[in-house]
């Protein structure tokens, strides 16, 4: 069993930064791949980005060049720096984890607003 908790959601103007954090615990040991979704209202949830132990990473097209996924194992935590927001990342943003035995595991969520 893996818990998932999400921080540094929060309000902020079109060009601003935010950094999300996402610990881990619980079976941490059986984590393969830890990744950020995000959910915009009216929309489907959508995958962000993903990484996985070793380092490896996968960004959606359209935060591309622009987000950044990090993790450091020892702490059991990813990250997602972004800079340059827009309106349209607008979203709850969920923090994911799949297990080596193909499970999923799901954070509570922490709401980003991109607003003037």
């Known amino acids: 069993q893996v818990q998932l908790v999400e921080s540094g959601g929060g309000l902020v103007q079109p060009g601003g930064s935010l950094g999300l954090s996402c610990a881990a615990s619980?079976?941490?040991?059986?984590?393969?791949?830890m990744g950020w979704y995000r959910q915009a209202p009216g929309k489907q949830r959508e995958l962000v980005a993903v990484?996985?132990?070793?380092?490896?990473?996968n960004y959606a097209d359209s935060v591309k060049g622009r987000f950044t996924i990090s993790r450091d194992n020892a702490k059991n935590t990813v990250y997602l720096q972004m800079p340059s927001l827009k309106p349209e990342d607008t979203a709850v943003y969920y923090c994911?984890?799949?297990?080596?035995?193909?499970?999923?595991?799901w954070g509570q969520g922490t709401q980003v607003t991109v607003s003037s």
């Open positions: 994911n984890a799949v297990s080596v035995f193909s499970r999923s595991y």
């Open positions: 990484i996985t132990r070793s380092g490896t990473t």
């Open positions: 619980g079976s941490t040991f059986s984590i393969n791949v």
